[in-house]
Structure formats: structure tokens, C-alpha cells
């Protein structure tokens, strides 16, 4: 079945510095959202791309989406304390019905 | 905060015990979802209800039961649990009819603790 995959699985940066997580999927995605979800929180729908080679931002957050439409990434510039949390991306396939989520990755920020 | 609640937001019971977690959306939305999140494991999709019908259910064990009354309402009734079901158990809702294409919001979940 379909698989969506996350790296790195844990990441930890000194506050300013960039921070990118890849997600991967084994099977081509008609969509891709991704979630944030702080410590204790729950995860929020941050953002969804739907078009091969598509890029969205959202003040120092930039989505992207792969030219087939397999994989995403999601690019934090200069981070601060406030971007620690889980980040998912989950995908729909192109012939599947349903959301998969991937592992996420757990961004730590030292200030 | 995101128009799903969930009740009770802690619970800790044996295991002989049966309870209920109950989730409500206030979105209007058609589809609703029960997921565990387990410490260090990813988002595992349990069941999915689509204008109150089950479309989905990912071999959970029938200690878990599911019940949606209505499109708003969506229960999971416990029963024998084991002391691994100890986890995070988030409700969903989206518009859709759980075709994966309306992102999905998320309750705050029960932390559930079997002894």
C-alpha cells in the first residue's frame, strides 16, 4: 500500500539557524498537506499543495512540491522557539482514497 | 479552538473497565476519523466515518468499537483494553467524504492511560 516517508526523524538547531524536513511518498500524490502539532498539542493544518513543482509560503515556512508529484518539503528560515513541535506531511495517492500521514519530524530549538 | 472537541481529555482505566471517549465537530463537516498516537510512532488511522457510514477500518482490534450516530457525533467505546493501548487518541472531521482531498482538523485528543 501506499507509503509516506520523513526525514530527518529528529532535528535540533540553535535558534536562527534554517531547518528543512523531506517527506516522500513510494507512490505518485494527487495532493500534500502538512500538519504542526506542538509538544502537547495537536496537529494543525498548516498548508496543502496540489501542483507538480508547486511552491507556497507563508511568512519564513516554504512548501514545496515535488515535479512528480513524490515528494515535499518544508523549509523553515532563521527559526525561533516558537517553531518547535512535530511537523507531518501526509499525502493522498493518485489512485487511492484516503490520507496517509508520514512519521513527522520533531524540530528541537535551542535559544 | 478548531470546532472539534473531545471528552474526556484525560482517563485512566483498568482493564476490565469499559469507557467511551466522545468527539463532537462543529464544522459541518461530512467525514470524521479516530487516530492513535503512540510515543515515538506515527499517526496510525483507526476507523473513518463518511455521512455516518464506516468506509474504513485498519484490523483495530474489537476491543475498540466505534459508534457515529449522527454526522457531528463520534464515539469510541472501550472495552478489555491492554496496557499498550495506553496513547493519544485523536478525533478528525473534513468536508469531504474522506476522500483525502479537504485537510482535516484535529480535537485535542484523550490521553488515555490502562493499567
Known amino acids: 500500500g501506499q507509503q509516506v516517508m520523513q526525514i530527518p526523524q529528529y532535528q535540533h538547531v540553535q535558534e536562527g539557524e534554517d531547518f528543512t524536513t523531506y517527506c516522500n511518498s513510494s507512490?505518485?500524490?494527487?495532493?500534500i498537506q502538512w500538519y504542526k502539532q506542538r509538544p502537547g498539542g495537536h496537529p494543525v493544518f498548516l498548508i496543502q499543495?496540489?501542483?507538480?513543482?508547486e511552491v507556497k509560503k507563508q511568512k519564513r515556512l516554504t512548501f514545496q512540491f515535488g515535479e512528480a508529484k513524490k515528494n515535499s518539503s518544508l523549509h523553515i528560515t532563521a527559526t525561533q522557539t516558537t517553531d518547535v513541535g512535530t511537523y507531518f506531511c501526509a499525502g493522498r495517492g493518485e489512485y487511492g482514497n484516503k490520507l496517509v500521514f508520514g512519521a513527522g519530524t520533531i524540530l528541537r530549538v535551542k535559544s | 479552538e478548531t470546532g472539534v472537541t473531545q471528552t474526556p481529555r484525560h482517563l485512566v482505566m483498568g482493564m476490565t473497565n469499559k469507557k467511551s471517549l466522545k468527539c463532537e465537530q462543529h464544522l459541518g463537516h461530512n467525514a470524521m476519523y479516530w487516530y492513535k498516537q503512540s510515543a515515538k510512532k506515527p499517526l496510525e488511522l483507526m476507523f473513518v466515518y463518511s455521512l455516518e457510514e464506516r468506509v474504513e477500518n485498519n484490523s483495530v482490534p474489537s476491543r475498540f468499537s466505534p459508534e457515529c450516530p449522527n454526522s457531528s457525533h463520534l464515539f469510541l467505546h472501550l472495552h478489555t483494553l491492554q496496557p499498550e493501548d495506553s496513547a493519544l487518541y485523536l478525533c478528525?472531521?473534513?468536508?469531504?467524504?474522506?476522500?483525502?482531498?479537504?485537510?482535516?482538523?484535529f480535537g485535542p485528543g484523550t490521553r488515555l492511560t490502562v493499567t
Open positions: 507512490t505518485t500524490l494527487s495532493n
Open positions: 478528525a472531521s473534513s468536508q469531504d467524504s474522506a476522500g483525502g482531498y479537504y485537510e482535516q482538523y
Open positions: 499543495l496540489v501542483k507538480s513543482g
